[in-house]
């Protein structure tokens, strides 16, 4: 029967989500690989990714993973860094010829976005983007949750407006979260107060008063005070 080699990798095991531009690392159990090994051929499905053969010398890494792989020829330990979302999926090894049992299963998800603002120049209307490199892991969904509310399934750009708050400056939190079809990636770090503290919002309004002021005549002008 083919002997079974257990796999492990330097996460925690329960942890099968990798983001996307972290790394791998698969490291076969040390009592369970053959002594001497002659050659080494890690798989991504039915493609090779790297492969060693003492008999030929020197070492092949394949298509996308050159640049980004090495294969350590006496351990057997394989390191990928740079991850795509196409890096999803099972590997599996073969020692001198011989393809093992165990496989291991891995998905590279979305990384951890930012909010961006941006508002109008009366800071009563802003947008909020949820922002992340998403390259190689389209295509991607974006949650919002808004203060205590459920998370809801929107677009990258969420528009808020003052009145949506009920209050003069915005008391509310905002997160956001993006989805690929590995999985769910972390959650932004909160976001508040996207119109200004009151007093942020009156000096602006100030400022626009006196620059009026100096450059009209209009009586309109009196209800200012410019310093």
Same mark, same amino acid.
């Given at each position: 029967?083919?002997?079974?080699?257990?796999?492990?990798?330097?996460?925690?095991?329960?942890?099968?989500?990798?983001?996307?531009?972290?790394?791998?690392? +698969? /490291?076969?159990?040390?009592? #369970?690989?053959?002594?001497?090994?002659?050659?080494?051929? =890690? &798989?991504? !499905?039915?493609?090779?990714?790297?492969?060693?053969?003492?008999?030929?010398?020197?070492?092949?890494?394949?298509?996308?993973?050159?640049?980004?792989?090495?294969?350590?020829?006496?351990?057997?330990?394989?390191?990928?860094?740079?991850?795509?979302?196409?890096?999803?999926?099972?590997?599996?090894?073969?020692?001198?010829?011989?393809?093992?049992?165990?496989?291991?299963?891995?998905?590279?998800?979305?990384?951890?976005?930012?909010?961006?603002?941006?508002?109008?120049?009366?800071?009563?209307?802003?947008? +909020? /983007?949820?922002?992340?490199? #998403?390259?190689?892991?389209?295509?991607?969904?974006?949650? =919002? &949750?808004? !203060?205590?509310?459920?998370?809801?399934?929107?677009?990258?750009?969420?528009?808020?407006?003052?009145?949506?708050?009920?209050?003069?400056?915005?008391?509310?939190?905002?997160?956001?979260?993006?989805?690929?079809?590995?999985?769910?990636?972390?959650?932004?770090?909160?976001?508040?107060?996207?119109?200004?503290?009151?007093?942020?919002?009156?000096?602006?309004?100030?400022?626009?008063?006196?620059?009026?002021?100096?450059?009209?005549?209009?009586?309109?002008?009196?209800?200012?005070?410019?310093?």
């Amino acid at each position: 029967s083919v002997p079974c080699i257990p796999l492990w990798v330097s996460a925690p095991p329960s942890d099968l989500n990798l983001k996307v531009g972290g790394e791998l690392l +698969l /490291t076969p159990d040390k009592s #369970t690989v053959p002594d001497p090994i002659t050659s080494i051929l =890690w &798989k991504h !499905g039915k493609n090779k990714v790297a492969e060693w053969d003492n008999a030929f010398g020197g070492l092949d890494i394949y298509a996308d993973f050159i640049n980004r792989t090495t294969l350590d020829q006496t351990t057997g330990e394989l390191r990928i860094s740079g991850l795509m979302k196409t890096d999803s999926g099972v590997y599996s090894v073969e020692f001198n010829s011989k393809l093992f049992d165990k496989t291991y299963k891995r998905s590279v998800i979305t990384p951890k976005p930012t909010i961006t603002s941006s508002c109008n120049a009366n800071q009563t209307s802003c947008t +909020l /983007t949820c922002e992340s490199d #998403t390259t190689d892991a389209e295509p991607v969904t974006y949650s =919002w &949750k808004v !203060g205590e509310k459920a998370w809801k399934d929107l677009y990258k750009q969420l528009n808020v407006s003052k009145s949506d708050t009920g209050k003069s400056t915005n008391g509310y939190k905002y997160v956001c979260k993006m989805k690929n079809s590995a999985g769910e990636g972390e959650v932004s770090e909160p976001v508040g107060e996207v119109f200004g503290s009151g007093e942020w919002t009156l000096i602006s309004v100030l400022h626009a008063c006196c620059r009026h002021n100096r450059n009209s005549t209009s009586i309109e002008t009196e209800h200012c005070t410019c310093t």
